[in-house]
């Protein structure tokens, strides 16, 4: 097939296939806590690296992100918005530290 596409050929969540960093997570998850969480320290549960949200690799779309541990490329959290509650998935993180 050589013609244009259309969308309804290739429906998209808009994904977007370069990384981002961790920072783009301060938006859903800073509104959501009320603090600056890119600065929060996780540990993989895979490799026990502990990094800061901020370096994290994060995979967005419009379904949610996926942040990956910048050492093994586990899944580390997973965040979804639907409608006014935020989703967070934390079994990738063996530790969230918070500072207060
Ligand atoms: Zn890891």
Redesign the pocket.
């Given at each position: 097939m050589t013609g244009p596409h259309t969308e309804q050929e290739h429906p998209t969540y808009a994904v977007h296939d370069r990384p981002l960093d961790g920072n783009v997570l301060a938006g859903a998850l800073g509104g959501a806590l009320g603090i600056d969480v890119t600065v929060a320290v996780v540990a993989?549960a895979?490799?026990?690296?502990r990094q800061a949200v901020g370096e994290l690799v994060v995979y967005a779309s419009a379904m949610g992100s996926v942040a990956r541990?910048r050492?093994?490329?586990?899944v580390?959290l997973r965040v979804a918005e639907v409608r006014e509650d935020v989703l967070l998935d934390l079994r990738g993180c063996s530790v969230l530290r918070l500072s207060r």
């Open positions: 993989c895979g490799c026990g690296r541990c050492g093994c490329g586990d580390v």
